[in-house]
């Protein structure tokens, strides 16, 4: 008699882990659909939440890093130098420095403000896949940059050509680095 009653505690137990797994997923994607539709549906407006999250980067630069950013161009630079420590720290102990969205979203929000200071633009947000994307025009091109991407590469890869300072003089100055107040340092050949 006990046979039976085992047998069908059994697939009880089966079936709940499945009814928990299933709630589980709806529970994480009802949370990136809230999170995804908190940036987008703002009150004031993508470019007015893009322009906080970089006046809060300011703040924290100051706070945490000891740098004082001040929208200029070089700015950036001091912005990278805040990349690879974060970058650093991701590598030591990748499970408790997450790639979070503060750690690269208020960043690239920073780099875009500065770009919109340079070259103008707005800031746009796709519908259908809530990516921020800043736009300008540039010798009658309209360039698409994505700054809290190359932020979230610069910290969760670390590659030479995530540097977002590189990136920034790219978009920017272009080969012509003469419009910097400092330019940027001379890069070696590989391997030398």
Not at 57 to 63: F, G, M, W, Y
């Amino acid at each position: 008699m006990n046979e039976p009653a085992n047998a069908t505690a059994e697939p009880k137990k089966s079936n709940l882990r499945i009814y928990l797994t299933i709630l589980f997923i709806i529970l994480g994607v009802v949370g990136c659909i809230q999170l995804n539709q908190f940036i987008v549906r703002l009150p004031e407006g993508v470019n007015t939440y893009m322009h906080k999250q970089a006046e809060y980067a300011v703040d924290l630069a100051q706070e945490r890093f000891d740098i004082t950013l001040d929208y200029s161009p070089e700015s950036v630079e001091q912005v990278e130098q805040i990349q690879a420590q974060i970058r650093e720290k991701y590598e030591q102990k990748p499970a408790d420095a997450d790639i979070s969205f503060q750690a690269y979203f208020i960043w690239g929000a920073y780099i875009g403000e500065v770009i919109k200071k340079l070259k103008g633009g707005t800031w746009h947000e796709d519908p259908e896949t809530h990516r921020i994307t800043l736009r300008y025009m540039d010798q009658d091109e309209e360039m698409i940059i994505e700054p809290t991407f190359w932020c979230y590469r610069r910290i969760g890869k670390g590659r030479p050509e995530d540097n977002v300072w590189y990136k920034f003089l790219l978009m920017t100055v272009g080969p012509d680095p003469s419009q910097l107040k400092t330019p940027p340092p001379q890069q070696g050949v590989p391997g030398q």
